[in-house]
């Protein structure tokens, strides 16, 4: 396989100052193109001499003081007069394509004036000029502004000056900015350090607003992003010597709030910005250590810090002055040392600068530059000298590093020469990687003595054949770069149109953004930094990769990784032979459009893959096709790989849960692949070792395809050993090759299924500790590896927390027994009962009880009491007569019946019957615990006693002789209730009585 660099047919570097970039040796070839320069000397030419004020350039003005705009330039500068006093500013114009200078032409004059300064900018057809003038009277100092249309520009004397601040003041430092829509004006009031502006718009230039104060200098710029028009104003803070910028949306109407830039630790006392390529580059100047800092941004918000680029030793002077400008990739820093001009100059686009040269020498200032025509200017003291680079008579080129894929060795490199004569001289030298020179041995070797030749199937001018490789420890220095010098003579001119660098690859070769030397018959592709680019808005493009020579066979796939902004995009191929003639069935029609943008994916045809040519053809090449239907998709092809089959591969395993059951299933999902046949077209064999080794293959529930990913099922049986299973996976493709067998990179965990457990029951339902407690089973549990009748069982009774009492090995029915004599009030019992298959427990059946308080009992339960009337009965101490099982402090009481009064005096119980009162009753005797209580009743007989019947008998009487008298006598017994009879003596106490005569 062979490269060619870049520039073979359509890219000349002519050093004879033919085209408009000839300062840089011709043609300023970036670093896309695969080739950089470096400048070995300058000559510049003095071009015009303008009679002006050194004020012509400073201030950082010297980029709008030299105004380029479609071939013509525009300089702008001072004139002083002393007598009188006045400053005219002046315009002189040269039109590039008709060598001609017109002007100069009066932009303004002012009288009584003793400076000024001018700056200019252009935009939308219209060019803009601002004015300073220092007056003898600081308040007639002041700002004005001058536009015209830019083909006008001979005009501007005649159209109106306006005046833009209001309150004098010394303006040193004015910028204008020409935008889409008007332009903005800023200046600065030295004395004060405050920043103004004023924004044209529709003819009118607005009234000054204040900008910002503590302002030590200013950079204004014009910058797009995203095609929408920002004007950003950076500025010095005279403070804290931050950077500082800030951004406007609407063409300089507002500005929004400071963000910081940068900050150096340093007094900068000038600024200079330049945009070019999207980017913004800022340098700043520290006249203190004589230090020039360089930043740069792509949106002017993130900035990224070179540091410090250039120093130099000459003292300050205090006027130093730092400009930027940029010409395609290079980047230019001219500034003012205070003893000369010097210049760096960065070629890979600010990323690095090269050492100090010398612009001008003592006695130049105020640097001014516009390198896309050449110029530079500068003030020496008296005049403004324009000045132009004139092509060196000898320069040098060097390639960016060559790194193709595989690469097997370096054979030879070819030059195609255009022009030169007797005097010229190109010779270059092979470098490594590191620099170390490789070709040859020391030395340059010349290209001019060197016949033609083919390299890379082309004929070239000069063939220089390498004849051997350049060999490491591992073989050919993987990446080289040339090493070319070119001499001329003045009028002798030279180009080289073309190098091809030879060399042999060996598959797999891979192609993307680093294989620009692979391409050819481009439209509308760009090789960029992300791969092969649709150049712009196109909307189709196609390249031609090759040739790609056959080893001993071909390569089986093309991979290809295509991305998008958009879905709307595709990409197709065709094969051709070596005269690019499309192979059979290997056509563009015949090509299976490309479609995902997210991953690689292979380039096919109906046919099949690349491995299916014929070894017959010698050398291919492939055309990509690359289509969209949305202009804003940005489509790219990332790479494109010719790779030999491999073995179809495991990319990810989704694992399932770490466990399942005995009689259970588990998935999980395989992620596979195979370039050539694809994931779903694979043969999945996953198998099984168990636990001591030997195969559970027929545990695999089978491996099926779910439309994106291989799912299998492992199902152990109810028998399957537990513990932990091992999983391998052997992938075969369509043909037959073979990955595997691997072990997956987790294990299944097989459990035992857990038994039910057996159901219990205990009584009583409430606990005391009067009562044992019987724990008896009334189901036994199950399990399904396990007959019930192989079960046994295990209960566990605590007490308290405490183990009471374990039995295993129980059968079923079993009844335990907690004796009572264990059992005490507040105690807190639990019961488990389990199942056991051997392996495993199951969950318990669960009992807990509390041991409940107990009532206190009669340890004495007297008879019948019998006692009489009226006559107190002792009972003696009543707590003798109960007992508590807990044992807790019992406290008695009592409660008689009908007719008696029980009465407790210390626990001692007298029992009082009612006053004659007799008959049956009984009295009640309480016990409690506080918690619970036990009463007895005892019956009582109160014995009637025989009470004195009442006898009602008159007082002495007195009774004459033979009188009648009635004598009332009565007797009762109110207490027995008994009848009662009286007899009386009155006949032996009287005398004469006689019964039924005179007593009756």
Sequence with gaps: MSGRLPGTDDTFIPLDGSTP???????????DDGISLTMERNDLKEIRRIPSDPSSCSDLKGRRNLLVRDNVTYISYVRKDTSPDRVSFMLQVYIEGEDLWEGPVLIHRFENVLDGFIDMDARAGRIYFLMSIVSHAEEDSGVFAKEAPLDE??????????RLDTDGGVHGDIDVVATDIGAVAFWMRRDYKDAFKSVYRNDVWSNEEVLRNEVGCMAPLRHYVDGNERVLFIYTNELDSHI???FSFNGGDTFGINNLLGHTGKGITSLSVAEGGGVIHLAALDPSDNEIFHFMSEDGLTWSDSGIVATYDQPASGSEEVHVALERDNIWIAYDSGDGILSSVSFDGGLTFNDTWELQGSGGSHPSLEPGKGYFAYHDGMDMVLMRFIPSSEGRLMTVPFSPMGLHSWDAVGFNIEGGG????????VLDSEGMQLFPESGMEEVLPHDGGEAASRQVDHLIEFNGTWTTPSGPDSSVSLDVMVRTIPGDGIAISGIILDYTSSFPVRVGADGVWHLEMVDNISVTGKGLELAGISQSGSVIIGPLTRETSWPDVIT??????????SLRGALMDEHHSVIPSFGIDESIPVTRIQGPEQLMWRTGHL???PDDIPTIYLKLYLLTDEPTADPYVEYVSFEYSNPPSLISVMPPSSS???????????EVEDREDGASKLKLEVSAISPNGSSADDYIDGVLWNGTSWVATFSPPLHAEVGHYHLELALTDLSFNRTGPMELPFTINVLDNPPEPPVIHMGPDRVMSTTPVNIWSMKGGSDPETPSEELNYTVTIERDGELYLRLEGLVTPFNITIPKEDLVEGQEWEIDARSFDGIRYSVPDHHEFRVANSPPEAVFLPETLIMEEDIPLMMGNTVEWFMDPDPDIIVISVSGGEGITPELKDEMLTIRPWKDWHGETGFTVTASDEEASTSITVPVVVASVDDPFILSVPDNLTVLQGETVFIPVSAIDPFDGEDVSVTSDILEVVPGLVEGENLL
């Design 21 to 31: 970039h000839s300062f840089l040796l011709g043609r300023n070839i970036s670093s």
């Design 153 to 162: 520009w001979f005009n501007v004397s005649s159209t109106d000056v306006v």
């Design 244 to 246: 500082n910028v800030t």
């Design 422 to 429: 007797s005097g010229a001289d190109i010779s270059f030298r």
């Design 560 to 569: 290809v990784r295509l991305r998008a902004f958009s879905s709307k995009v």
């Design 611 to 613: 491995g299916s040519l």
């Design 660 to 670: 399942v059951f005995r009689g259970g299933k588990i998935s999980f999902g395989l």
